[in-house]
Structures are given as C-alpha cells and as structure tokens.
C-alpha cells in the first residue's frame, strides 16, 4: 500500500511540482494578453509550460493545439508522480485511467449521435493509448450504438451502458449515458480507496473524490430548476448521490427547492456559506470550483499523506488548466479581463 513508501519521496515530489504552478499575478499578465499567440509567448517565456512549448512557434499555434499541449503536460506530470506511487499499487492509475477512458466513451457517444463517429480516432491524444484498457480501434470503427457496445464488451461500461440501448433508431441518450458512467466511476474510486487504504488517508481521499461528486450534482440542480424549469423527478434521474462531506440533508433540501434562487440561499445558509453568499457568487461553477480548490489546497499544504497530496495536487493542475483554457478562450474573442476574471476558479472565498 502507498502508506507503506517513503513519505519524503513523494510529499518532497508534489511540493517542488506545485511550487511552479500558476500564480495570481501570472493569471493577471495572461488576461492582459490580447491573442492566443501572445497568451502562448506568455506561457513559453515566463512559466513552467516553456518546456513542452519549447518546439511550438507561438505566433502560428492553434487554440486547440495550445490546449492539447496543455493538457499534456497534466498526463506527463501524473505519469512521473505515480511512479513514485510504487509498482504494487495501482490506485492512482486505475482511477485516473478510468475517467480517461469514460471522456473517450462520451466522445464517442456525442460523435455517434451528431452523425460524425469517423472523428473520433482523431480526437484521442496518443500518448494515452498505452494506458487505456479500451480497444480504439474498435471504438473508432463504431457507427452505432450497437456496435459501440461491442467495442466495449470486455470492459465494465458494457454493463453500464446495455440498459440504455435506444428504441426506434433514436439517438443514445447522452445525459443520461454521462449519468450512469461517471456513478460508476465515483463508487469504483471510492471502493478502491475502501480496499487500499485506512486511517487519515482514507479519510481524506474520500472527502477529495466524494466531495467533487457532491459539487457536480449542486451544479446540475441549480442549472436545471434555473435554466430548464426540470422537475425533481427528472433532476433525480441525473444525480450521482454520493456520500461525502456535505450533509446529506443540505442534498436533499437542494434537490426540493423549487428554483434555482432557492438553491443559493440553502448554500449560502449553510457552512460553505461564504462561497454562495451574495459579495462572492457570480457562476455556480465559481463558487464549487472554489470550494474544490481550497480543499485541495489545504490538503496539499497540511496533510503528510502521500496519497492524499498526490490526489490534492491533480486537483489543483486540473483547475489550472481548466483557468488556462478559459483565458484562451477568451483571449480568441478578445474578452476583457474583467469579463475573464469571474470565469476563472480560485480559492480565498
């Protein structure tokens, strides 16, 4: 188990990679940037992502070229991490692998309805290939949901997605396939972490994965009773309902306000209070966003866990990333910083 290697290898490890992580003052400069060529120059002169931009001209770089690089440099850190992890134990790997392996299947899944599935092979990084346990190729020869199952039938998304096998040449029902596939992958992290882990780290493995199930499902009920008008029962038919950190009665009086206002008030009345109440929400996804990052930071600055700074570390590079992109974005339609800045997740709520 990764409570029984050395603590120093990796804590030392996760500290030395955050300590080149973003800082506020870079997220200002880039913002400031008024192209994705001049956010790319940003990026390969004055931060740790020189180093996988080194071979990029950054006055031709695509958006989505500077994305996937991006995103790449995620992957190459967790790879060199859990080395560290130690070769009997698999818990980083499997669990990361699985969420890879669920965004191929909604991929293709999206790509089957839109009537485009000979896209999918190209939106597949290579480098991941060698880690999936998928069989691409088969995957990317689907052209139906019949033949997707197929592809998928010596894995466990196959039980997973059987029951939904659309009627009447209709398309897969993507929210409900998204549903089922990431309830799935919520109770095999938190069943693995039952199995290899005990004590503090356990707990706070748990409250990590648990809790970002629990934020997923406040932002779906408060963008379907606000936006959509959906009733309880078809908000119900789209919550994963796992256990974590926030009580569950606060879960359950979300799911019965009757709007979307409501939901906010419950959340600003309650102990997170302070990343709902009025001075500091602006989006939903802000203000859960919030909530997971300074978890994650406060794991990552005080727990002597390995694993639960390996895990915090991920979560922190993810919200980096999804900040970065959202800059990108906003840099291709020439968005102000002003506009950008509420977009952008960070902690201090």
Known sequence: MLESLSSTAILTKV?????HMLTNEDYEQLMHRDSVAACAAYLKSQTSYAQVLQDVQETQIHRGTLEALLQKTLFEQFVRLQRYAGKNNR???????????IRCISVCIRLLNSGSPEEFIRTIPGYILPYLTLDISALSSARDYRSLLEALRRTPYYRVLEPFYP???ENAPLPLLEHALYSYYYRY???LIERQFHSSTKKELLNIFTIQAQLQDIGAVFRLKSFFGSSKEEIRQLLLNIEGPLPRRLMRAILD??????????LAASRYGR???????????NSTGAIRHNLARRYL????????????????????????MAIIEGARYQLPPSKLRPLLIRGGA
């Open 91 to 101: 818990f980083f790997r499997d669990s990361y692998v699985a969420r890879l392996e």
């Open 15 to 19: 500290k030395a990679m955050s300590g």
């Open 301 to 324: 600055t005080f727990s002597q866990n390995p694993a639960t700074a390996f895990a915090a570390f991920i979560v922190l590079r993810e919200i980096e990333i999804e900040n970065l």
């Open 275 to 285: 990343y709902f109440d009025e001075a500091h929400f602006i989006y939903i996804e």
């Open 257 to 266: 306000a009757p709007n979307g206002d409501e939901v906010i008030s419950l």
């Open 167 to 169: 009627k009447n040449g």
């Open 189 to 191: 992290v938190c069943q």
